[in-house]
């Protein structure tokens, strides 16, 4: 735990920026927790073995008394998950460094057979490429294409999409919205994408309309299950998506059947591997099946379907 500045240092229109070195099976859980904690504009690049994660916070929601408590959780999710503890360290910067830093790491990013996840402020590739591009600026809002977890969902969802199954979509804690679009684009028909957090809603929106995609075609609303049961006309759904934290998913799992047909489909992520059993045992309690588990480094994926 370090920092550049003291309690005077105080700048108009100033950022924290926070800079957190991790084992690499930290990363989605130190996202999560910095998405709550209010950050903005996160990216991760390699460093070695470990993951530098890059995040920022407009200085005035955040003193240094609440920075030392975000390393202390950060700290904490560590040692209960017996990983070696994070490098955490913050300083203030202007708001011209914060509006380019962070976008200096983040590059295109081929995933499956037929994605490149583009950052949006770049111009289009002059190099014709046989992969359809999802266009994205996360902001707040997690989802950027670089963790394990996004990967495997927009592998699964690949997979699942290219043997024919089109149909309607719900994406349950959509971030940037990356799993909804990519639905879209590979052939899904329509997606219902639903968010808790007001700024999430807001970035998948944004990157919706950032890839030419209608309004009708990925519905966002802030909600959860019981919302989508409302936009669905408690119509079930084909496929569901389901990429947040195993303690979530689990609270998820009995409203699922709410929006499933006898024939739906699920991918469910966020979850690490000593996590697995628990969920694979609640979902079996709400009969579901598991079809197959991918994993990838410290984290895993369930394909699922209806019993």
Known sequence: MDSDVSNSGIMANSWWEIKILCDPALEDLIFWRLEKFGCRGMSSEVKGNSHLLCSYLPQMQAQLLDLAALSLWLRQDALTLRQQIPIVHWRLIDEEDWASSWKDHWQPQEIGDHLLIYPAWLSEPEESSERLLLRLDPGAAFGTGTHSTTQLCLEALEMRL???????????????????????????????????????????????????????????????????QKLTHHQAVDGILCNILAEVIIELIPGLTAIAGPKTWGILSGILLDQAKPIADTLEQYNWVVAALWKRQEWCCFNIRRS
């Open 162 to 228: 290219g043997d024919g199954s089109k149909g309607v979509v719900a994406d349950i804690g959509c971030g940037s919205g990356i799993l909804s679009i990519g639905a879209i684009l590979l052939g899904a028909t329509k997606v219902y994408a639903v968010d808790t957090d007001p700024l999430a809603v807001r970035s998948a929106r944004a990157n919706r309309d950032l890839n030419q995609i209608s309004a009708q075609q990925i519905v966002v609303e802030r909600g959860s299950v019981e919302q989508l």
